[in-house]
C-alpha cells in the first residue's frame, strides 16, 4: 500500500482559467483531489472548463474552502510551494525532497498553492510543515501556478512506480485539526495570563508558537499529552 | 566543466504565444538558446513578447533554420520530445535518462519538439539518437508544448548548479543542554501543579514528554521561546 496522492490546494485563486490549467496539470501526473480556498470568482467558474482540457472531472469534484486551515484538517503533512520567507523558520526543501516525504508518509498529505499575482500570504505558509521550492534561475524565476503544480505533480509521479518500502513512524503524524486543538488551547491559555504583550507583536508571537508546534508532527497521543500538560498548567491558576 | 545546456528546437511552431510560453519555461531553467524551424507564422511574432513575460533576450537571440537537419547541425546527441511512435525502431527514453545523457556528453545536444497540434513528423523524430517521453497518466495524456519544455527543462536543471541543495540555512538545532534546560523548568512547573500522579507513573511520564520534546530538534532560539511560555503559564499560579 503506497500513501495516497497528495491533495493540491489552490489558495484564493484569482483566474477560473488558470484553476483549469492547475486541474489539468494535476490529472496529467495521476493528482485527482482538488481544493478551493476562497476562489476570487466563487465557484464553479465558466472559466475554468474550457482550460481544464477534459480534466472536468477533476474540478466538479473540487472541493471549497472558506480558510486554508479548514481546507488540509484531515492532512498530517503539509507543504506550502513557495520562495523561502524570511519571516518564518521554516525548513525549505527541493521537490525531490517532498515527494519522498509525501512517499513515505502514511496519512494524507496537501500541497498548498497561493494566489497567482501574490503568492502565499505568511499565514497560510505557517500552517505548513515546509516549503518547498523549485530551484530556478536566479537571474530569471518566473513559474505561473499551472507550472508550479505540474513540476510538483511530475516529481511526485516520478517515486509512484517505484514502489519502495516505506520507512513507517512508530506512530502516524497527528491531523492538522488535532494540532489546531493544541495551539488553540495554548494560545488561550497564555492570552489568560497576558503573555501576548504589547498587542503589536501578537500576531508575530503566534506565527513564531505555530512553526514551532508544527515542525515536530507530533502523533495524537503525543499532542494528548502536551494538551494535559497545558492544561494542568493552566487550571492550577484557576486553583491558586 | 560541464556540458553545455540542450538546445531547444521549435519544429513548425504554430502560435508565436506558444514560443514566448516555451522561453519562458526555458530561461527559467537556465536553458538559453532556442531555434526555430520554419515557423508557421513568420519570425518575429510579435505575440511571441508578450508570452514570454521577460524571457524577451531568449526570442530576440533566436535562430530561425528551413529544416530540422540545419537546426540540429551542430548537435551529436538530439533527443525527439513525443510519445513512442509504432513506424520507428528508436530508443525511447525517459526526461532523467535524457538528462543523463546530455550531462556527460561533451558535444552539443538538442531537443525537438513539434508543432503544438500534431506533435513532430516521423522525419523530424527519425532525426533524432533516440525518443525522450515524459510518463503520464495514460488515462489522461494533454501535455502542452510550453509543459513539454518545462518539464525536460526542469529535468535537465537537476543536474547542474541550479539545483545544488535549497540552503537549509535553517538555525541548527540548540545543544542538548538546552534542551535539558527546557524540559527541567517544565517537569518543576509541572511538579508544583501536581501533574505527575500517581507516584508510580512519574517515571513514565517524564520519559514520554522528554521523547515528544526531543523529537522536533529545536533550535537555541525556538527552546528560548517555549521556556517563555513556560514560565507565563507557571508564573500566573504565583500571582493568582
Known amino acids: ?11 484564493r485563486p484569482q ?13 496529467n501526473f495521476g493528482l485527482t ?3 478551493l480556498v476562497a476562489p476570487r470568482d466563487g465557484w464553479p467558474n465558466p472559466d475554468a472548463g474550457p482550460a481544464a482540457s477534459g480534466a472536468d472531472a477533476l474540478l466538479d469534484s473540487a472541493a471549497v474552502f472558506e480558510t ?16 523561502r520567507r524570511r519571516d518564518l523558520v521554516m525548513p525549505v526543501i527541493d521537490p525531490e525532497a517532498m515527494a519522498r516525504e509525501i512517499h513515505s508518509t502514511e496519512g494524507r498529505t496537501a500541497i498548498l498553492f497561493g494566489p497567482e499575482r501574490s503568492g502565499l500570504e505568511t499565514e497560510d505558509v505557517a500552517l ?3 516549503i518547498v521550492t523549485v530551484p530556478i534561475n536566479p537571474e530569471f524565476g518566473s513559474l505561473n501556478l499551472a507550472q508550479a503544480v505540474i513540476l510538483l505533480a511530475y516529481e511526485w509521479s516520478r517515486g509512484t ?15 492538522m ?20 504583550f504589547p498587542p503589536d507583536r ?35 491558576r484557576r486553583r491558586g
Open 1 to 11: 500500500m503506497s500513501a495516497p496522492p497528495p491533495v493540491i490546494v489552490l489558495v
Open 15 to 27: 483566474l477560473g482559467q488558470n484553476i483549469g490549467k492547475a486541474a489539468r496539470a494535476m490529472l
Open 33 to 35: 483531489e482538488l481544493r
Open 68 to 83: 486554508t486551515v479548514e481546507a488540509i484538517a484531515d492532512c498530517s503533512l503539509v507543504f506550502a510551494s513557495t520562495v
Open 128 to 130: 505548513a510543515n515546509a
Open 161 to 175: 512506480s517505484l514502489n519502495q518500502p516505506t520507512a513507517k513512524e512508530l506512530e502516524p503524524p497527528a491531523a
Open 177 to 196: 485539526t488535532e494540532l489546531e486543538g493544541l495551539i488553540g488551547q495554548l494560545e488561550s491559555s497564555l492570552d489568560q495570563v497576558g503573555y501576548f
Open 202 to 236: 501578537v500576531e508575530a508571537t503566534k506565527l513564531t508558537l505555530r512553526t514551532i508546534l508544527t515542525k515536530p508532527r507530533w502523533s495524537t497521543r503525543e499532542i494528548q499529552a502536551l494538551r494535559g500538560v497545558v492544561r494542568a498548567l493552566a487550571e492550577n
